[in-house]
C-alpha cells in the first residue's frame, strides 16, 4: 500500500477531534441533535484550518446509518464511503476548475434526483469565491428553493468575493486561524504517535512556520523527517526549510543594543549570503522587537508571547539593557523602513540604513527633553504661554488701566502678553513679530527693532495691521515704530537656533514633527 502523508493520516474524523473550531462543531452537533439542519452552509478561513474536514464529517453525521447524529459511527458503509471519498450522495466540486455557468447547469439537473444510500445529497464546492457571475446567478434559484434532500456546503479563503445574494441563503461559520499552542501540541501528539524524537524548539519553529495552519504544520513534519529521519533537531528544520536561525534575531538585536555597527553588517551580510527574504527578516525583526516592548512593560509576559520559555529568558535580559522609549524609536525606524524594504529594488541597502540609524538612537532625544530644551530657549520670543491660550485667557485685563503714563522701556513680560494676543488674531503676524526685539512699549508708542530682509519688510507691509491689534490691546490710540538692523542679534533668535540644531532636525524627521 503506498504512504499515505499525515496530513491525510491525522485527519479529523468527528467533530471532537477538529481542533480549534468548537465555535463551528458544536453549533452543527446541536443543529443536528435539534433538527435544524439548514440547506446551505458557507465555511470561510484561511488555508488549512477545517473547513472540507468539517463539511465531510457533517456530510456523514446526516448520512450515517445510525444517524442522523452529532457523532457519526465512522463503521458504516456510508461513513466509509465519504471518509474514502467515493460517495455518489456526497460531490466534492472544485470551484477554481468548474467556474462556468454550465457545470451549474449540470449540478441542477443533477440535483432533484434522491440519494441512493444516504438520506441526503451533499454538494461540497471548494473555493466556491471562483465561480463566475454567471454560475452564481445560476445557482440563486436552487438556493433559494432547493429540494428537501439536497444540503450545500460551500468553502471559501475570499468571502468578500461572494455575491450578497448567495451569502443572504447561506448559515455562514468563520474558522479562526489555529492558535500556535494548539498547533504544537498536535505535532508532539502526532510525534509521540510515529514514534519521532522532536524537541520543543524544532515543534515550535514547525508551528510557526504553518501560519495558523494545521494542514501546513502536518505537511512540513512529513518533509522534516524526510530529511533527517525519525530524530529531529531544531537546525533540520532550519537546513530543511530554508528558514532563519532565530538566533540570528537574538544577536542582531544585542548588538544593535550594544551600538555594535560592525557586528550588526556582518550579520546582515550572512542573512544575505543564506539568501533568506530582507522582507520576512524585516518582519521576524519588527516581532522580535514588538516582543522586547512586551517584556519591558508587562511582568507576566508569557501569555502574550507566542515563543519558547528560553527565548523569553533571552528577551529580559535584552529588556534590562535598554530603555523603553530607545525601543519604541526603533520600532518606529523598522517599520517605516518595512514600507520601503517592500517596494525597494535594493532592499539590503534599506535595512542596514534602518539598522545603523537604531545603532545610533542616542543621537536622538526623546520629547521631554526636547520640549526642556525648547522652554530653556532665553527671552521667550520663541514660546507660547501654551496654559495662557487653553485657558483662553484675556490678557488684556491684566494690562488695561494697569500700565504707568511712564514709558516701559523693552519690558519682555508686556512684550510676552501682546505677542500672544497678537497670536489669537493674526498667527502669520505674531510668527514674525517672533523675530523682533522690543525698544520701548508704554502708552503712546510700541517700538521694535527688527533684521532687514523678508521680516523686516513683512512687518512694514504690516504695520497697520499691527497698529490696529496694539490699539485694541492698549484700548487707545498707539503709535508704531518698526526699525531696521541689520546686526541685531536677537534673543528670537533662540528659537532660529533650535530649530537649526542637528539632534531637533533628526528628532523632527523622524517623528515627523514641527517646533510651534
Not at 468548537?22 to 439548514?38: D, P, W
Not at 471548494?126 to 465561480?131: K, R, Y
Not at 444540503?151 to 486561524?177: G, M, N, W, Y
Not at 523602513?337 to 517596494?343: L, M, P, W
Amino acid at each position: 500500500m503506498s504512504y499515505l502523508v499525515l496530513a491525510r493520516k491525522w485527519r479529523p474524523q468527528v467533530f471532537e477531534d477538529v481542533i480549534g473550531q468548537r465555535h463551528v462543531t458544536q453549533t452543527l452537533q446541536n443543529a443536528i441533535s435539534s433538527k435544524r439542519v439548514a440547506h446551505a452552509y458557507l465555511f470561510s478561513g484561511s488555508r488549512g484550518v477545517g473547513k472540507t474536514t468539517v463539511a465531510r464529517i457533517l456530510a456523514k453525521a446526516l448520512n450515517c446509518v445510525k444517524g442522523p447524529a452529532p457523532v457519526p459511527c465512522n463503521e458504516c458503509e456510508v461513513c466509509a464511503d465519504i471518509t474514502a471519498s467515493s460517495s455518489i450522495d456526497v460531490l466534492e466540486i472544485d470551484g477554481a476548475s468548474n467556474t462556468g455557468v454550465e457545470n451549474i447547469r449540470e449540478l441542477r439537473e443533477t440535483i432533484k434526483y434522491l440519494p441512493s444510500k444516504g438520506r441526503y445529497r451533499i454538494y461540497i464546492i471548494d473555493e466556491v469565491h471562483m465561480l463566475s457571475n454567471n454560475a452564481f446567478n445560476a445557482l440563486l434559484k436552487t438556493l433559494e428553493e432547493p429540494p428537501a434532500h439536497a444540503v450545500f456546503i460551500f468553502a471559501t479563503t475570499e468571502p468578500h468575493k461572494i455575491p450578497d445574494t448567495i451569502l443572504s441563503r447561506c448559515q455562514r461559520f468563520d474558522f479562526k486561524r489555529i492558535s500556535l499552542k494548539d498547533i504544537q501540541n498536535q505535532i508532539k501528539h502526532i510525534a509521540s504517535s510515529e514514534g519521532i524524537e522532536i524537541n520543543d524548539t524544532a515543534v515550535y519553529l514547525l508551528a510557526r512556520e504553518s501560519e495558523g495552519s494545521m494542514r501546513d504544520s502536518q505537511g512540513l513534519l512529513d518533509q522534516v523527517v524526510s530529511f533527517s529521519g525519525n530524530k529531529v533537531a531544531e537546525r533540520d528544520i532550519i537546513d530543511a526549510l530554508g528558514i532563519m536561525d532565530r538566533q540570528f534575531l537574538f544577536r542582531l538585536t544585542d548588538a544593535i543594543i550594544r551600538k555594535d555597527d560592525t557586528a550588526c553588517l556582518n550579520l546582515i551580510e550572512n542573512i544575505y549570503n543564506f539568501g533568506y527574504d530582507f522582507k520576512r527578516f524585516c518582519q521576524d525583526l519588527l516581532e522580535q522587537i514588538r516582543n522586547l516592548i512586551v517584556v519591558k512593560t508587562v511582568k507576566e509576559s508569557k501569555d502574550l508571547l507566542d515563543i519558547p520559555d528560553a527565548e523569553v529568558a533571552e528577551l529580559q535580559k535584552l529588556a534590562e539593557e535598554v530603555s523603553l522609549s530607545d525601543v519604541q524609536i526603533m520600532l518606529n525606524i523598522l517599520y517605516r523602513s518595512y514600507e520601503e524594504i517592500a517596494r525597494s529594488a535594493m532592499p539590503r541597502f534599506v535595512l542596514e540604513m534602518a539598522i545603523l540609524r537604531m545603532t545610533h538612537i542616542d543621537k536622538f532625544q526623546s520629547i521631554d527633553e526636547m520640549i526642556k530644551r525648547l522652554e530653556g530657549v532665553e527671552g521667550g520670543a520663541g514660546e507660547r504661554d501654551f496654559e495662557a491660550v487653553k485657558r483662553g485667557a484675556d490678557f488684556s485685563g491684566s494690562v488695561h488701566g494697569s500700565i504707568p503714563a511712564a514709558a516701559v522701556a523693552a519690558d519682555g513680560d508686556l512684550w510676552h502678553k501682546l505677542l500672544v494676543f497678537v497670536r489669537g488674531k493674526k498667527p502669520a503676524l505674531a510668527s514674525h513679530l517672533e523675530y523682533a526685539v522690543p525698544v520701548a512699549i508704554n502708552q503712546e508708542v510700541v517700538s521694535v527693532k527688527v533684521k532687514d530682509g523678508h521680516y523686516f519688510t513683512y512687518l512694514t507691509n504690516n504695520k497697520e495691521s499691527f497698529m490696529k491689534l496694539c490699539e485694541e490691546f492698549f484700548r487707545k490710540k498707539i503709535t508704531v515704530d518698526i526699525e531696521s538692523d541689520m546686526d541685531i542679534n536677537t534673543v528670537s533668535n533662540g528659537k532660529a537656533a533650535v530649530q537649526d540644531d542637528p539632534v531637533i532636525k533628526d528628532a523632527l524627521r523622524i517623528f515627523g514633527g514641527r517646533i510651534i
